[in-house]
């Protein structure tokens, strides 16, 4: 006799997920998180229910067209946001649940960020920009300039300790950033197009210090509109009107 199959009728899932492809312990997790921006009696849905899962040690690129919520993504998951809606845990603790000055404690210690136009202080030198935000978690001037030398040698900026921004070029000044991002020994690298204003060949020098993070162990993110650059990263995320579209996970 012929079993008659019963059709499963399941629940619509509204929430847009990705999840990285293998097992691991999460370091970031969004859980149906949502960016509502009012403007009058307009709003903006930047992000839309989604959840997201990163591992550690991660290497994923954001992808999707101009609006599609990346750069809200990522300072949501580099705590320099709030969500409207949903949770946020970065390391399993749930960062909604800290007040201020204790996010940008957390933010500090685990957290580097990396911008498309390097956000570097036009007054300091570049090793003043890397000592910086050791300076907010209680490191004396004389250790954090020590530890900002030996970050710049690592991104091959040991001639340009005393350079201030302006006398530096493009590419420098972003792996200064990146040093910068280092200060603290964050587990969490998020760049933001750090590529985007820069030439091919200083952004591929950029890329190249962001693939020797990752292979240092660093979870790194990526935000990125150059096909070449999100082409590195072995996951992609892909975003559309504030929703996870898809995407690619090696399991
Ligand atoms: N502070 C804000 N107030 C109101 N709307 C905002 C704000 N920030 C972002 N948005 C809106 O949220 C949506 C997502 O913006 P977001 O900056 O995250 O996009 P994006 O994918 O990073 O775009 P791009 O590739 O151009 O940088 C856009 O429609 C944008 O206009
Ligand atoms: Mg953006």
Known sequence: MVKKKTKKTRKPVKSSTWRSGKKGKPVLELK????????????????????????EGDFVAVIGPSGSGKSTLLHLMGALDRPTKGKILLDGKDI??????QLAKVRGKKIGFVFQFFQLVPSLTAQE????????????????IEKAK???????LAHRFDHLPNQMSG????????????ANDPSIILADEPTGNLDTESGAGVIETLKKLHKLGKTVIIVTHDTAVAG???KHISLMDGRVIGGYCPV
């Open 171 to 182: 590419g420098e000044q972003q792996r200064v950033a990146i040093a910068r991002a280092l």
């Open 150 to 156: 030996t970050l710049l040698e690592s991104v091959g």
């Open 96 to 101: 909604g649940k800290l007040d201020d000055a």
């Open 129 to 144: 920009n890397v000592a910086l935000p050791m300076w907010f978690q209680d490191v004396s001037y004389g250790d954090s």
């Open 232 to 234: 590195i990263p072995d």
């Open 32 to 55: 149906n998180v949502s960016k509502i921006y009012t403007m009058g009696e307009y709003k903006v849905a930047a992000l839309d229910d989604v959840c997201i899962e990163i591992l």
